[in-house]
């Protein structure tokens, strides 16, 4: 890794995979200043940037176009590929849930359980709000849950905040993992293998594009795979050691600012 920039100066990748949160934007943030300028200087130059996020469609149409990416995003980990203007389903990976939530139902009762269709509309036990999640999430009984295939389970509680439900994922290796704690405790369980790598190689053989021709930029553990898969891979500032490691070049921690940074260098 590399915390000098200047070995990105005149790079021109053909397509540039950009994080959101706490890359793009301040968590559940809005625009930075001067990202929409970046943006459009190296998409008239040719290139495509491409939102690669956690987040759900709904939740990732309005930031991408707020920063002036207007063609394809990946989103849910991979799962899915989008185009952001107008809101369409390209490509989605789905898997019948019905034997993880009997698993996690058990393991932790009487909590909030999620899952992401393959149209990106969000079921739950119970109503939350969360614009990280989805703009809208629709209650329903919980047998509706394992109705359809769906893209990933989430679960939350208010029960474990201090502990976490990490120590759950542990018992979960049929599938991928994310978990945290912010207001509540929560788990994002997807399908093994799928991750915004993966998310971009099928989207990229669909554009033509070769990895070694994409740079990549990511902040957190759900971005490890997308760094070491691009051919040019900058980690934020703000970064853990690990994810760090795996990139070539280290941007500045703030959110957006080492976007812009970054993507002033390409094509100059």
């Known amino acids: 890794m590399n915390p000098d920039l200047s070995g990105l100066r005149g790079l021109r990748p053909r397509l540039i995979a950009v994080d959101l949160d706490g890359t793009l934007v301040p968590h559940s943030g809005d625009v930075p200043d001067g990202v929409p300028e970046a943006v459009a200087r190296v998409q008239e130059a040719g290139a495509i940037v491409a939102a690669a996020t956690g987040r759900s469609l709904s939740t990732t149409g309005y930031v991408a176009r707020g920063a002036g990416m207007h063609q394809y995003a990946v989103v849910s980990n991979g799962a899915m590929i989008v185009t952001v203007d107008p809101e369409e389903v390209v490509d989605v990976q789905t898997f019948d849930a019905t034997e993880l939530l009997t698993a996690v139902v058990e393991a932790i009762p009487n909590e909030t359980y999620a899952v992401e269709r393959s149209d990106g509309v969000f079921l739950s036990s119970r109503h939350f ?38 120590p759950l994922a542990q018992h979960l290796d049929m599938h991928s993992i994310g978990f945290g ?12 293998g799928v991750n915004k790598a993966t998310g971009l190689q099928t989207l990229c053989g669909r554009l033509g594009i070769d990895a070694s021709e994409v740079l990549a930029i990511g902040d957190s553990l759900n971005d490890a795979e997308m760094l070491a898969w691009a051919g040019t891979s900058v980690a934020m500032g703000n970064a ?7 990139a070539d070049f280290i941007a500045s921690p703030v959110p957006g600012q080492g ?5 002033d260098l390409l094509y100059s």
């Not at 295939?149 to 989430?154: E, F, K, Q």
């Not at 976007?259 to 993507?263: A, I, N, R, T």
């Open 240 to 246: 853990q050691p690990h994810i760090k490691e795996l």
């Open 181 to 192: 704690v912010t207001d509540v405790a929560w788990l994002d369980l997807g399908i093994k």
């Open 129 to 166: 709000t969360d614009r990280g999640v989805a703009l809208e999430v629709l209650e329903v009984p919980f047998e509706e849950l394992t109705r359809e295939p769906v893209v990933r389970v989430i679960v939350r509680s208010e029960n474990h905040v201090e502990e976490g439900l990490g």
């Open 259 to 263: 976007v812009v940074e970054v993507l």
